[in-house]
T-cell receptor
Framework: ETGVTQTPRHLVMGMTNKKSLKCEQH?????MYWYKQSAKKPLELMFV???????ENNSVPSRFSPECPNSSHLFLHLHTLQPEDSALYLC????????????FGPGTRLTVL | TQLLEQSPQFLSIQEGENLTVYCNSS?????LQWYRQEPGEGPVLLVT?????EVKKLKRLTFQFGDARKDSSLHITAAQTGDTGLYLC??????????FGQGTILTVHP
């Protein structure tokens, strides 16, 4: 595997379900990010991890819970989501010193019923 | 909040035509990035511009950073169907974070 991978690529869940999104980067980077991409809206930064420590939580509701066990892996745990949380969730990575140049995964298309 | 406005939001052209996409802000950015995103994929970094007035060329794509580092443009010469996609600009703020524009959806018809 090369670059940034995300699984699953598509996810449909009910509002009472618990699911997790996984991201893995094979670039030797030490910063990882979660973004939310909704139609007709700019990419929204959700969380930032530098050297597996969370450095930013952009006022994200607690029904989204990130986890970064090491610099190569990032998870987003989901529970009791709302239909308006349906979106494309993108993971990205970069070097901590070059956070302006981020490499994105293909995203997980999430639908909340 | 430092906002980036992209225009136009939608662009539909014929193969062979030229086009320009604009990215404007009232804020100064340390650097500016352009990404292209194809359906079902994540954004792919095309270029980073850092210096005011800087011009970078990538084959048929020309990127320019405004003198005051508040705006940028992307010009494509002789568009091809493979150029179809969502073009995103992103500005690096003074505290090292990226703020994205809402994107320009480009469709190039054969």
């Amino acid at each position: 595997e090369t670059g940034v991978t995300q699984t699953p690529r598509h996810l449909v869940m009910g509002m009472t379900n618990k699911k997790s999104l996984k991201c893995e980067q094979h670039l030797g980077h030490n910063a990882m990010y979660w973004y939310k991409q909704s139609a007709k809206k700019p990419l929204e930064l959700m969380f930032v991890y530098n050297f597996k420590e969370q450095t930013e939580n952009n006022s994200v509701p607690s029904r989204f819970s990130p986890e970064c066990p090491n610099s190569s892996h990032l998870f987003l745990h989901l529970h009791t989501l709302q239909p308006e949380d349906s979106a494309l969730y993108l993971c990205a990575s970069s070097q901590v010193r070059r956070q302006n140049e981020q490499f994105f995964g293909p995203g997980t298309r999430l639908t909340v019923l | 909040t430092q906002l980036l406005e992209q225009s136009p939001q939608f662009l539909s052209i014929q193969e062979g035509e030229n086009l320009t996409v604009y990215c404007n802000s009232s804020s100064v950015f340390s650097s500016l990035q352009w990404y292209r995103q194809e359906p079902g994929e994540g954004p792919v970094l095309l270029v980073t511009v850092v210096t005011g007035g800087e011009v970078k060329k990538l084959k048929r794509l020309t990127f320019q950073f405004g003198d005051a580092r508040k705006d940028s443009s992307l010009h494509i010469t002789a568009a091809q169907t493979g150029d179809t996609g969502l073009y995103l600009c992103a500005g690096e703020t003074s505290y090292g974070k990226l703020t994205f524009g809402q994107g320009t959806i480009l469709t190039v018809h054969p």
